[in-house]
């Protein structure tokens, strides 16, 4: 196997993946309530002896940079209503509190407890229909506006806000109609024409994209993934990432159809741009 160098059939190793930090960011991850509520004041105990703080919930502080969510298990519904809310100390007259929640932005990403990518992808599609309804009339749909300067805008910024994180999607056939369509929606409007009278003239999407000099929205999307991807295989065997996109979970596959992988999304990437898949 090019990606892991090791023979195909080869039993791997175990990797423990339980904290990611960047720079003052820190995601930890944990089995149970109790190991979670433990390690939660030992290092606000350790923080606080640096000199660091936590931010937290407190009557002074109704709201709280540091959150708790609780991820169900695979079928499983969420707890409804969530979680009481994880107190920091028991004995802090304080009172200040972890609370739990059902989505939470890390690092400029929507992570939800159900580890699907639907809900950052809605996430993005909101932001990005945004900043193009308020470049529409001025720039992007205007009658004279250049056309190079709207397909510069519209790839530099727009596609940039809505395939933010699109690297590591797992995108469903769901998704895949809802991104295509709010993208069809926005060349329409480029080209300064609606769904009604591309029917009626019999206009294709095809020749919307020539007009305006850009690609579909599967190019996009792939081109981020293969960099991406590229940019993993050169890293060595003993990065994280490296690890993670080869590794599995070792527990019996359940019955029926298994669920899109980012594996899977990969080898289609591939096979589309006509590159060989081992």
Known sequence: D???????????EWIDACMFGF??????????????QRTTDQLIHIFERL????????????KSKTQAMYIPALESPLQSPLPDDLIVNELDPTDRTIPFTKQYVYLGYLLHHTLKD??????????ANQLFGSMRKELLGAKGANKDVKKTIFVG??????LYGAEGWVVSCTMQRRLRSTYRRWVRSMCRVNLRSTRMQRISTASLLRQMGINDMQYYLDQRVLGWAGHVARMDK??????????????????GGQSLTYGRILRNTLKRKGIEVN
């Open 118 to 127: 639907d809900h950052a992808i809605e996430a993005r599609i909101s932001a």
């Open 51 to 62: 000199g660091l703080g936590v931010h937290t919930k407190s009557v002074c502080n109704p």
């Open 2 to 12: 090019k990606m892991t160098g090791r023979p195909i059939g080869t039993k791997g």
């Open 23 to 36: 720079a003052d960011d820190t995601a930890l991850i944990f089995d149970s309530r109790e190991s979670l």
């Open 238 to 255: 003993t990065r994280l990432p490296r690890q993670l996109l080869t590794s599995y979970l070792d527990t019996p596959r359940k019955s």
């Open 157 to 162: 910024m727009i596609l940039a806000m809505l």
